[in-house]
């Protein structure tokens, strides 16, 4: 008997969509090879929902050889290009045989170029392609009974073409590139080293690395200013209060000293009393880059973090799809039925009852719209299960910024005390919060402070009594963190809202970049200044941005994906060209760049008992690292001691203040770097 | 001529001689010296050794800082 066969994104939402769509709410549930899919009824039709896992196909080269240029592209099964990616194997069969009794398709995978894309490759390939014309496309924003029924009976014709054909330009795109660029590297070394290591860089990847490089330049470079801060300690009303000077840096050290000087011992005099209010709007529902902007400043998530976050607390239809780029609530949304299920949560009973106490729902709007999908918000259905602590965490900060966009307006009152003491002008300055609006429901969440000053009025003396100076420096820029780096991705247009993180979290991969505070490494550094010497092109912001702008222009069907594709390639092919003129030389630079890091890894300076060279030593018998002192083998030092096997280690080039040996930093995934000294084993503060 | 950069034997930049990277830095302590001389009446002996003292101060420019200390020593 001939049926439909939906096709979800992941394994739980295809249980949440045959849920959603059985008449009766229990679809027959069925197991093949650990794949679980589903039989419904709805209006007398029978349904088949089966889940993929991700991506099931991936683009491959047509063809063997491995040489560059290589632009014959085919999409294969993920299996047979990636081991670790065995399982899809037993998807790709169960939908296969699924697909051959079915009459007609329904893609229900998430609705982006990623879910469409997804969706199409298993049409396409697993169903054959008479399916494609057979399918229809399901759009839903969550995963909810009722977005999904609704869904089901507001079906798309056809598939959404624009978007498929962005993905697959994307994916054919990226991998052109990233292939050929990572192979003219590896060749170029290989030729004169006579030996493969793994390098690589990729359209998105080289800008986003130079971004990294060039701030590691400044601060690398960076030299200092000096300047001076004065404040004052004065008793008003019996109490404590410090005073800061008119001018927040003085630039010379006489001039600073001779304020210090006039107002020390004296008595100031308040000279003006004034205060203004400021009025602080709402701020905007969340997108996906301001989401995990606000959980990195929280609670420290990386966006890489926050998104997988997210993507559990949808598939457990929580909350809407994250991955949106909207500001603005559409009309097809209905806030007061999810206000009133959050109002069941005893955690935001008040202050939903305080929102809907206040009549005409209103939430504030961002700038930022995207048609396929509204701002991240709660879908009103409560957690069936108790949620892990990060879970629950990010779920309330969603919840909660969702209420506050229907707030009032805050108000803050700042309060300016002028106080002339001797010639100079000193400030006291307080903050209150005078109507809390908003912040009421965002609470936890808001970062304002209070700063409290007594009563005071215009005429009233005050004792000073001290004066401080302090010498400060002009800082260098700060690193970057994996959220200041999305961010400046998204501002210089590169990447997608879906692939920015898992692009950074690349560079972590790659060893190019490592810490919280990004530094870039010795490695990341080499394949930066080789490729801007011999092929800048790569690294520029502008070639991934007009590539970027032409991948969109598909999707809003102006451009086709070959049009697209001839370009990226006809852009590309001159660069390739370029760097196999200057082949031998781009070898010799890196072959000498990776010779220094190995040097510089495995040296670590002077050794104390015997002023030979401590090294870090590769035991031939055991393959374990240790460090040696290389007197060893003339028989004059004997010093040698075991070392973490585990993570990177890195010299310091600094030496153990208690010993004398230099140390070195551990470092290991997700891990706060670790000094060691080398001779902790007997050092007296290693332990 | 083409040389090798005294601190980090890279090749030296086209117009200067450190490399590239030692250069920047060069030209950099070379553009704040003034700050520091209206700031605090010093000499550029002293405001190589407080340069070099600083936290703030990145690593090129506290190589490039104790390498002139050092010449002007010999
Ligand atoms: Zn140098």
């Known amino acids: 008997m001939s049926y439909t066969l939906i096709i979800a994104e992941k394994p739980s939402a295809a249980e949440r969509i045959a849920k959603a769509l059985d008449e009766n709410g229990k679809p027959e549930v069925y197991e093949e090879n650990g794949v679980r899919y589903y039989k419904a009824t709805r209006d007398k039709t029978k349904l088949v929902i089966v889940p993929a896992i991700g991506h099931l196909f991936s683009v491959s080269q047509k063809g063997g050889g491995w040489t560059y240029p290589v632009f014959n592209v085919e999409w294969v099964a993920t299996y047979r290009v990636n081991k670790r990616a065995s399982n899809t194997k037993h998807f790709i069969d169960l939908i296969s045989k699924l697909a051959k009794d079915a009459d007609s398709f329904i893609s229900a995978t998430d609705f982006d170029i990623e879910g469409s894309q997804i969706a199409y490759n298993i049409l396409k390939y697993a169903c054959g392609t008479e399916s494609l014309s057979k399918a229809k496309r399901m759009k839903f924003s969550a995963l909810t009974k009722d977005e999904l029924v609704n869904a089901y009976y507001s079906l798309s014709q056809t598939l959404d073409w624009g978007l498929i054909e962005a993905g697959r330009a994307r994916h054919e795109i990226d991998w052109i590139y990233g292939i050929n660029l990572s192979r003219a590297l590896m060749t170029s070394l290989k030729n004169v080293a006579g030996k493969y290591h793994t390098l690589s860089t990729g359209r998105v990847q080289g800008p986003t690395l130079s971004f990294i490089a060039r701030r590691e330049r400044e601060i690398k470079s960076f030299v200092p200013k000096p300047y001076w801060t004065i404040s004052a300690q004065a008793e008003i009303n019996g109490g404590l209060y410090v005073l800061q000077y008119e001018k927040g840096k003085i630039l010379t050290k006489s001039e600073a000293e001779k304020v210090v000087e006039e107002c020390s011992g004296q008595v100031g005099i308040i000279t003006d009393v004034s205060s203004s209010e400021r009025t602080l709007s709402p701020p905007p529902p969340f997108d996906i880059s301001s989401l995990q902007s606000e959980a990195y400043s929280l609670f420290g998530y990386t966006p890489s973090r926050t998104m997988a976050i997210a993507e559990r607390l949808y598939l457990a239809a929580l909350i809407s799809y994250p991955r949106t780029g909207s500001q603005k609530f559409p009309p097809s949304i209905d806030l007061l039925s999810i206000l009133r299920q959050l109002r069941e949560h005893e955690r935001y009973t008040r202050i939903v009852e305080c929102i809907l106490s206040r009549g005409k729902l209103s939430p504030t709007e961002g700038k930022k719209e995207d048609p396929a999908h509204p701002p991240i918000h709660p879908t009103g259905t409560l957690p069936e299960e108790k949620l892990s602590p990060e879970e629950e965490k990010l779920f309330d900060l969603i919840v909660r910024r969702f209420l506050a966009v229907f707030g009032p307006p805050s108000i803050r009152e700042s309060i300016k005390v002028t106080i002339a003491v001797s010639s100079h002008i000193f400030h006291l300055r307080g903050m209150k919060t005078k109507v809390a609006g908003w912040q009421e429901a965002y609470e936890p969440y808001v970062r304002t402070e209070e700063i409290e000053i007594p009563p005071v009025r215009e005429g009233e003396q005050v004792k000073i009594v001290n004066v401080n100076l302090e010498e400060k420096y002009t800082a260098p820029p700060p690193r970057y963190n994996p959220n200041s780096l999305l961010k400046l991705m998204e501002a210089n247009q590169i990447g997608t809202k879906a692939t920015r993180a898992d692009i950074i979290e690349t560079l972590y991969e790659r060893r190019y970049i490592t810490g919280r505070q990004i530094e870039i490494t010795d490695l990341g550094l080499s394949v930066i200044n080789v490729l801007s010497a011999y092929c800048p092109r790569v690294l520029s912001v502008d070639l991934t941005r007009e590539l970027e702008e032409a991948m969109n222009q598909i999707e809003s069907q102006k451009k086709t994906r070959q049009e697209v594709i001839v370009d990226a390639i006809e852009k590309l092919t001159p660069i390739l060209e370029d760097f196999k003129r200057k082949e031998k030389e781009i070898g010799e630079a890196l072959r000498e760049a990776l010779f220094k890091i190995q040097q510089k890894q495995f040296s670590l300076g002077k050794c104390p008992l015997c002023g030979g060279e401590l090294k870090i030593i590769r035991s031939r018998k055991s393959r374990k690292r240790f460090v040696g002192c290389l007197n060893y083998w003339s028989g004059t030092c004997n010093f040698s001691a075991p070392l973490p096997q585990a993570g990177i280690l890195e010299p310091t080039g600094k030496t153990c203040p208690n010993c004398g040996f230099p140390t070195l930093l551990v470092r290991r995934p997700r891990r706060r770097p670790q000094e060691l000294c080398v001779n902790w084993q007997k050092c007296q503060g290693a332990k | ?74």
Not at chain 2, 13 to 35: D, F, I, P, V
Not at chain 2, 38 to 54: G, P, T, V
């Open chain 2, 1 to 74: 001529m083409s040389g090798k950069c005294p601190i980090c034997g890279e090749r030296t930049s086209r117009n200067g001689s450190y490399c590239e990277n030692h250069q920047l830095a060069y030209e950099n302590l070379k553009k704040q010296y003034q700050y520091w001389k209206d700031a605090l009446q010093i000499s550029w002996q002293e405001y190589l050794q407080k340069i070099m003292e600083n936290k703030n101060t990145g690593q090129w420019a506290k190589e490039v800082a104790k390498d002139l200390i050092e010449k002007q020593k010999n």
